[in-house]
C-alpha cells in the first residue's frame, strides 16, 4: 500500500496500473487532476495465504486546507505479488486544532507548522 501511495504522489500511473489486480485495472489511468497529498495513515491491515486488506487514510492539501480519502481496500496475490483489487471509499473536510499534530506530516504542531 506505502508504494501504490507514493506513486499517487509521484503521478506514476504506470507503476499503479502494473500493481493493479487484472480484473479489475483501468484502461487509462489520468492522475493530472489528482490532490497534492501529503501523509499516509495506516489504520489496520491483515492478510490470509492470498487475500489481504488495508485500512487507510491519505491526507491531502486543498487550496489553504485540508481533506482526507479514506479507504479500505482489498489485495489479492498472484505469484507471489500483491495487487490491489477494489476500495471502498470516503472523502471529508480536515479541520485540525491548533495543537494536533500537522496534516502535512512534519510531526509539529499544527499552529507551529503550516497555519502560522
Same mark, same amino acid.
Given at each position: 500500500?506505502?508504494?501504490?501511495? %507514493?506513486?499517487?504522489?509521484?503521478?506514476?500511473?504506470?507503476? /499503479?496500473? *502494473?500493481t493493479?489486480? %487484472?480484473?479489475?485495472?483501468?484502461? *487509462?489511468?489520468d492522475?493530472?487532476?489528482?490532490?497534492?497529498?501529503?501523509? /499516509?495513515q495506516? +489504520?489496520?491491515?491483515? =492478510?490470509q495465504?492470498?487475500? @489481504?486488506?488495508? =485500512?487507510?487514510?491519505?491526507?491531502?492539501?486543498?487550496?489553504? @486546507?485540508?481533506?482526507?480519502?479514506?479507504?479500505?481496500?482489498?489485495? *489479492?496475490?498472484?505469484?507471489?505479488?500483491?495487487?490491489?483489487?477494489? @476500495?471502498? %471509499?470516503?472523502? @471529508? *473536510? +480536515?479541520?485540525?486544532?491548533?495543537?494536533?499534530? #500537522?496534516?502535512c506530516?512534519?510531526?509539529?504542531?499544527?499552529?507551529? #507548522? #503550516? /497555519?502560522?
Open positions: 500500500m506505502r508504494s501504490r501511495y %507514493t506513486a499517487f504522489v509521484l503521478n506514476l500511473s504506470d507503476y /499503479l496500473k *502494473a493493479w489486480h %487484472t480484473s479489475t485495472r483501468p484502461e *487509462a489511468l492522475l493530472s487532476e489528482s490532490p497534492r497529498w501529503t501523509s /499516509l495506516i +489504520l489496520s491491515s491483515g =492478510h495465504v492470498d487475500d @489481504g486488506s488495508v =485500512h487507510f487514510r491519505a491526507i491531502y492539501r486543498v487550496g489553504e @486546507g485540508w481533506g482526507f480519502l479514506e479507504e479500505k481496500s482489498t489485495f *489479492a496475490r498472484e505469484g507471489g505479488r500483491w495487487y490491489y483489487v477494489s @476500495g471502498d %471509499t470516503s472523502e @471529508g *473536510a +480536515l479541520k485540525p486544532g491548533r495543537n494536533e499534530p #500537522c496534516p506530516g512534519s510531526g509539529k504542531k499544527y499552529k507551529a #507548522c #503550516c /497555519l502560522s
